[in-house]
Every structure is written in structure tokens, then in C-alpha cells.
């Protein structure tokens, strides 16, 4: 039987070992933390089908300099990191070009298209579809002006054919009362479901994954052996080596430091995101909501209402600023006016983000037995069934259903 490592036990690489221990493979999930304490620990619960326009595009960048400017906007960069960064920004300003952004768009909406047609079955196998929700998501806007601002996006899921619907005044608080009625217009996406806790869902598919004969081993990796040109086995730092006919990438942001042991760097940043986790909130929710003008999302999730959003980019090792998580919480009371936010906590993670904004799956351009599955930024909840499904489908030797050169490695 070919035995496999899957590198990396978020919510990605959770995923992916499953589908692979269902089809009968031998897996082994390799991390240095327990299963869901990286990213996934901490991500907004949203399965995010219509948010998959490129941050590359024109009507970003171009706020860029106000934004950076500002010390609560949705994007900050560390000033002592930004020579590290350049390159990045280089490839992501490259990837604003107006036919690219249009692949870019094609790119993730192929994904999206198919998320509950890989993600159904994958939690209908696990035994754990009651975790997600059936209510959707709630995109506010105080007036014209903000609704104006954000029909670019609103536009683009209508050339590809994704569910909206257009709401105003009372509309809005008979779905959602908490709201402040300064909110005038809003946009349902009833496709963009969440999930009930989203660590406990990965911590349920790793014990189903274990139930199914996987194995489960906590270590860093820190290098690879070869043999006739392929990968065969996976060093720890601790001595261990875990032999391994095929393995499989999913180390979220810091997959980039394995590629540069393999002679492959890939320009993969870490996006870092913050969020507050309010346990006793004073209001509920049923759908999730986004203010893009104000750029915070919440959802009822884990026991309570997760505030979360923003950008910073300070790379894997400088701590949390966790100034960004109370700006985030100023924000959402602004939303929801009776917002209590004593009984909380703060959390910052590591989101792993490509400078075109779609992920990279699908096999090495230098080792044989290798695959990537990796940088899906703020997706990675949405699109891991579905990345599963494709790497599954690699490793089996059957066609998958889409074309994956869009996600291949060696695009830049």
C-alpha cells in the first residue's frame, strides 16, 4: 500500500488526509501543533463562495497609499518588513492587470462554483453536516454611496452566476434585528454559509480521518530525503523519519519554507488577521455580516460572536499587534449598537495568501511525489473539501474535474 505524509494539519491538510484515508491510502498527517491550532484555530467560520475576486485588482491597489496612511485601515504593513515584502508586491501588482484579474476571477469562481459539491459529501462521510449552518451572509452598506462603491464585486457575481439578493430598510432588521437602522442598504448571499466552530471541525475530521486508520504525528519537518529523482521520505526535527511515496504540502504559511528545501520557493506571504471572540455578546445573530466600507466581519460562531478582518503584513515571526482586534470590535458595535465585548478574547493567525489571490494545488515543477495544496488566503475554510477532492483525484490517477493549470506551482 503507497503510504503518504500530508504536512500540515489545518483545516487544508485535515481535509485532504481524510479524502485520501477514505479512497485506501495509508496516510500520515504530520504537524508541529494538534490538529486546528494554526489558522483554522481562529478563522471566521464562513463559507465564502462570492469572495473570491483577486485583492489584486485595480480598485484595491489603488486605495493602497490612503489605507496604509491611516493606523485603523483594513491594511497595515510593518515598516521594517517591507524589503522582505517587495518581491511579493511586485508579482501582486503584476497580477492587477485587467485581463489577468479577469483569469484571476475565472480562476476562483471555478472553485467556488463546485465548494458544496465537494464539501457536502466530505461532511456527510465524516458524520458532521449538522455543523454547518443554513443561513447565510449579510453585506451592509449605510447609503447609496457605500452600495455604489462595492458593485464592482457585485458585478462580478452576476457575470458568473453566484446567488444574491439586493435588500433595504426593514428588510434587512427583519432578518437580522440587532443591526443599527443607520444600515440602509445590505446584500444577502444565502450560499454563504458558516460553521458552528470551525477548531472543532477540524479536530472532528482529524478523528474520523484516525478512526479510518490514519496516523497522526506531531513534529517539525525539516527536510526531505530523495532516491531516483522523487521524494521519499519526510525528516522531523526530532531524529523521526516518516517514509512516504507521495507528500502532500498543506502548511498553510509556512509551506513556503518546505518548498525552499525542496529548490522551489514559491511567493508565499503571510496575511495576518485578527479576531475577537465574544462570549457573552448581548445580541444574536443568525447570519454572518460584512461592512466592507467599515472592513470587519462577524459571525455567530464557537459559542458566540467572532469579530475579525483586516490585513497586516508583518511576516511569521514578530508578535500580534492586538491593536487591530480592538479596532475590529469598534467597528462591529458601529453595526450592532447593544454589542457587549467584556467577556472576550483575541487571537491573531497566520492566513497563507499567493500575490494573485488563488491557491496553488496540484504537483511539484522540480520532485517527483510531491503536491501542493496551499495559499488559499481567506478561502481556506471554503475551499478545502473541494482541494481535497483534487488532490485526491491526483494521487489516484483519476482526471479531476476541473483544469488546474490556473493553480499551478510554477505560474509567476
Known amino acids: 500500500m503507497s503510504h503518504i505524509a500530508v504536512i500540515g494539519a489545518g483545516i487544508v491538510g485535515v481535509a485532504t488526509a481524510f479524502e485520501l484515508q477514505r479512497r485506501g491510502f495509508a496516510v500520515v498527517l504530520i504537524d508541529r501543533d494538534a490538529p486546528g491550532k494554526g489558522a483554522s484555530y481562529g478563522n471566521m467560520a464562513s463559507i465564502a463562495v462570492t469572495e473570491f475576486m483577486p485583492a489584486s485588482r485595480t480598485s484595491v491597489w489603488a486605495q493602497m497609499p490612503k489605507w496604509l496612511l491611516d493606523p485603523e485601515g483594513p491594511v497595515r504593513i510593518r515598516p521594517s518588513y517591507l524589503p522582505r515584502l517587495t518581491p511579493w508586491f511586485l508579482r501582486f501588482l503584476e497580477a492587477s492587470r485587467p485581463s489577468r ?6 480562476a476562483g469562481a471555478v472553485l467556488c462554483r463546485r465548494v458544496y459539491e465537494d464539501l457536502d459529501p466530505l461532511l456527510k462521510a465524516a458524520g458532521l453536516s449538522g455543523l454547518l449552518s443554513t443561513e447565510g451572509c449579510l453585506s451592509l452598506y449605510a447609503d447609496e454611496a457605500e452600495f455604489k462603491a462595492d458593485r464592482e464585486h457585485i458585478e462580478v457575481l452576476e457575470r458568473f452566476g453566484f446567488r444574491h439578493d439586493i435588500l433595504a430598510g426593514e428588510a434587512i432588521r427583519d432578518l437580522e434585528p440587532a443591526l443599527t437602522t443607520k444600515i440602509g442598504r445590505a446584500v444577502l448571499f444565502p450560499d454563504n454559509r458558516s460553521v458552528a466552530d470551525p477548531y472543532r471541525l477540524v ?6 480521518f484516525q478512526a479510518l486508520g490514519g496516523k497522526v504525528e506531531t513534529g517539525e519537518v525539516v527536510g526531505f530525503e530523495e532516491g531516483n529523482g522523487s521524494v521519499t521520505a519526510v525528516r522531523l526535527k526530532d531524529g523521526r523519519r516518516m517514509a512516504a511515496a507521495t507528500t502532500v504540502l498543506c502548511a498553510g504559511a509556512y509551506t513556503g519554507r518546505l518548498s525552499r528545501l525542496l529548490g522551489e520557493p514559491i511567493p508565499l506571504e503571510t496575511e495576518r488577521g485578527y479576531h475577537t471572540q465574544i462570549m457573552s455578546p448581548g445580541v444574536s445573530m443568525r447570519h454572518s455580516i460584512i461592512w466592507p466600507a467599515r472592513a470587519f466581519m462577524a459571525t455567530p460562531t464557537a459559542g458566540g460572536i467572532r469579530v475579525g478582518g483586516t490585513v497586516e503584513m508583518a511576516g511569521l515571526d514578530a508578535p500580534p499587534d492586538f491593536r487591530r482586534a480592538k479596532v475590529l470590535v469598534k467597528r462591529a458595535k458601529e453595526a450592532l449598537p447593544d454589542l457587549r465585548a467584556d467577556d472576550a478574547s483575541e487571537w491573531m493567525g497566520h492566513r497563507p495568501a499567493m500575490p ?11 520532485r517527483r511525489g510531491v503536491l501542493y495544496a496551499t495559499g488559499h488566503g481567506h478561502l481556506g475554510l471554503t475551499y478545502a473539501a473541494t482541494t481535497a477532492r483534487l488532490i485526491g483525484d491526483l494521487v489516484a490517477g483519476v482526471e479531476p474535474p476541473i483544469d488546474l493549470k490556473p493553480y499551478r506551482v510554477n505560474r509567476f
Not at 484579474?101 to 475565472?106: D, I, Q, R
Open 101 to 106: 484579474v479577469k483569469a484571476l476571477e475565472a
Open 203 to 208: 479536530v472532528a475530521l482529524a478523528e474520523k
Open 356 to 366: 494573485d489571490t488563488v491557491p496553488v494545488i496540484g504537483p511539484s515543477a522540480k
